[in-house]
DNA sequence: AAACAATAGTTAAGCGTTTAACTATATTAA
DNA sequence: TTAATATAGTTAAACGCTTAACTATTGTTT
C-alpha cells in the first residue's frame, strides 16, 4: 500500500505538504495541489488509518455498546433498528462502527470492553444503558471516553425515550374505550430501567382515572412468555377486557394464547403491546402499540456523540413516543 | 493514559523489557516479570492499540460486511443470528467487531467502504456475498485482506449453508405427504443466489418424483408480500394443497392471507417457509421450515478467518440444514 | 527602498508500540 | 583458563502520519 513518502516522491513535494493538500489546511497553490492530487490518483493511497490515529488521536471509530444481559442483540429486535440509526449517522460522517456487547455483571463488564475503553481506540461511545444491576458508562467517565447514554442509568448526557408518557398512553387510551378490568404483562422490574417507567406511567394513568389495575404479572420478554402469562391472567381474572404488554413480542404471545382459548381480538379482549416492532403491524390483529422510533433514536444519539466531539455539551433528550392505535383494541364487548 | 515508558520508569526496566514481559518473549527474570506486572497493575496499563497497529500491523479488528442492497440488517432477522456467531467468536479470541454496511451497486461497493478495506484497519473480514449485480470482496482480493465469503459469490474461501440440499428437502416433505398441486413463493431470482441454489432444490426435487410444480410467484421478502403472493397464487389456482416460501416471512403473510380467507392451515392448506427465525416456532399454527443454523454459520466462517490469520487455507465448508417439521404442514384433505 | 505581512513550502519532532541488533553477564564445555 | 554459548537486558530504528517551528519567496504598506 503507497505511503505518504511514496506520494510525496511522485508529486516532487515533501510529506508536510501531501499532508496538508490532503487535510486541506491553507497554504499551497492550485498547482501543488494538482500535482498532489494527481499522485494520489495514481498511487491510489489511502491514508494508513493505524498510523493517522497514533499521530493525531483520531481513529474514526465509535463503538455501540449492547451490553449483553438475559437478551440482546440476538433476541431484541429493538436493537437492530437503533443499530440502523446509528449506523446511518455514522457512515454519513465517514466513521467505523465497532460492535461491543461486552458480558454484564454485578461485577461490572468484562474485561475485554475494559481494555477496549482504555485502548486508545475508541473516539466516543453509544450506549444502552437500561441494567439497574450493573452500567458500562463509569468506566468510560474515568478514562475521558465520550459517551452518550440510551436509557435510564445514571449519566450526563443521555436520550431517553419517553416511556413514561408512552406507558400513560397507552393506558389512557385503553381507559378511554372504557376498559375497567385491565392486566398487565410485564417483567420483574429489577430488570430493566426503562420498563419501570413504562409500568409507571401506565399506573398513574389508571390511578388518575381512579381505574385499579387488576393484575400484573411478570413474563421475560419472550413470545412464549407472553402466551404463558396471559394463560395465568385469563384463569386468575376471567372479568378482565384489556391486557397490556411491555413489549410486542409477549402481546404476540397473548393474542396467540386468547386465540388458542377460541377468544377474539378485540371482539373478546383487548391486547396491546409496546415498541411497534415492524411486524406489529402485520399480525392478525394488528396490534395497537406504542412507537419508540427506534431508529431515531439512535440517530439522535449519534448526532449528540459528534457533538461532543466537537466539543458541545448536548442537552439531554426525552424522545417523545407515539400511540399507533391499530385493531387490537376495542371498547369492551359490555359496552357495545 | 499510561505509556509503556511511565511503567519502564516506574519498574526500573527499559521498555523493551516491558514489551518483551508482556509479549511474553523469553530472557527476562521471574523476579523482572514481578517488577513490571506491578507497575502495569499499579498504572493501569493497557497498550495503545492504534501504535500497537501500526507497529506491528495487527490491529485486532475484524470487519463483518453485510451489503446494503434491499434489505439486511434493518429487516433480515437471519443476519442477527448470523452476527451472534461472529461475535462470540471474535470475543473469545479478544478481537473486536467493526460492522460494515457497505451501499453495493452494479459500480461496485462505495467509497467509504473501499477506503476502509485499503486503510490497513483490517486484518481479515467476514462478508455475506449472495447479490449477483457485484460483490465486496474483488476489492480484498486486489489488496491482500483475508476474506471469507458467506454465499455464493465468487470467492475462494466461503461457506454456504446447503441451501439446494435445504430446498430439496421441503419439498421431498411436501411430496412425501402427498401433495400434488404445489406452489412456490420466491423472489426475483436475480436478487440473491442463494435463493437461485434453495429454488434449483425443489424443482429438481419435484422434477425426479414426476410432480409440476403448478405455479410459481414472486414476492420480496416481506410479510406484506407473502400475503400478496398468496392471494394471486389461490385465486388462480384453487386447486393448490400445499405452498412453499423460499423465506419465513413470506410464509407468516402466506398464512396470515390464508386464515383471512377462512382457510385452516394445515387442514385446507400447507405452508412451508424457509430460515426457521425464532418466530416461526412460536405462531399458529408453528411453521415448517429449514434451519440454515445461522449462529453456526457465522461462527464457523470467523473460525476459518482465524485459519487463514494463522497462514491456513481452509477447506471451503458446506453447512447442512435440517428440515423442521411442524404443524403447518399436513396430508392434503383428498387423501384423509 | 525598507519594513512588514502574507503565502508556500520544508524540516524535524513526536505519537506509543515492536523488534532487530547489540552489550553485558552468567554458565557451560573444552 | 579460555572460548563458546545461553541468558538478561538495553538501544535505537521503524511503522506512517500530523503539526509546530522554521525558511524562503512574494506582495503590500509606508
Keep these: 500500500m503507497a505511503t505518504l513518502t511514496e506520494v510525496a516522491k511522485r508529486a516532487g513535494v515533501s510529506i508536510a505538504t501531501v499532508s496538508k493538500v490532503l487535510s486541506n489546511t491553507p497554504y499551497f497553490t492550485e498547482e501543488t495541489r494538482q500535482k498532489v492530487m494527481q499522485a494520489v490518483e495514481e498511487l491510489g493511497y489511502v491514508p494508513n488509518l493505524a498510523a493517522r490515529a497514533l499521530s493525531s488521536g483520531k481513529t474514526f471509530i465509535i463503538a455501540v455498546v449492547f451490553p449483553y444481559v438475559y437478551d440482546t442483540i440476538s433476541s431484541d429486535p429493538l436493537m437492530q433498528h437503533i443499530l440502523v440509526g446509528i449506523e446511518t449517522e455514522c457512515s454519513e460522517r465517514g466513521y467505523n462502527l465497532l460492535l461491543s456487547t461486552p458480558r454484564l455483571t454485578a461485577e461490572g463488564p468484562d474485561e475485554n470492553y475494559q481494555r477496549l475503553i482504555r485502548s486508545g481506540y ?60 385491565i392486566g398487565i404483562v410485564t417483567v420483574p422490574c429489577e430488570l430493566h430501567l426503562s420498563v419501570q417507567q413504562r409500568l409507571q406511567g401506565m399506573t398513574d394513568c389508571a390511578g388518575n382515572a381512579g381505574v385499579e389495575v387488576t393484575a400484573q404479572v411478570d413474563g421475560d420478554f419472550s413470545i412464549r412468555s407472553g402466551a404463558k402469562m396471559m394463560a395465568h391472567l385469563l384463569e386468575a381474572h376471567p372479568e378482565l377486557t384489556a391486557v397490556v404488554c411491555i413489549n410486542d413480542r409477549m402481546a404476540f404471545g397473548a393474542i396467540q394464547e386468547a386465540h388458542r382459548r377460541g377468544m377474539r381480538v378485540p371482539d373478546d379482549i383487548t391486547v396491546c403491546g409496546y415498541d411497534d416492532i415492524p411486524l406489529s403491524a402485520l399480525i392478525a390483529p394488528p396490534l395497537t402499540t406504542v412507537s419508540q422510533h427506534a431508529p431515531e433514536l439512535g440517530q439522535t444519539a449519534t448526532e449528540m456523540l459528534f457533538a461532543m466531539l466537537d466539543g458541545k455539551i448536548p442537552d439531554p433528550v426525552l424522545m417523545p413516543t407515539e400511540l399507533m392505535v391499530r385493531q387490537s383494541s376495542a371498547p369492551p364487548a359490555s359496552i357495545i
Excluded: K
Design 122 to 181: 475508541l473516539e466516543g461511545i453509544v450506549a444502552l444503558d437500561n441494567v439497574p444491576i450493573s452500567s458500562v458508562l463509569p468506566i468510560t467517565r474515568q478514562f475521558n471516553v465520550p459517551a452518550v447514554s440510551i436509557g435510564y442509568g445514571e449519566h450526563d448526557v443521555y436520550i431517553r425515550s419517553d416511556d413514561y408518557g408512552g406507558g400513560h398512553s397507552v393506558m389512557e387510551h385503553i381507559i378511554a374505550l372504557g376498559h375497567r378490568y
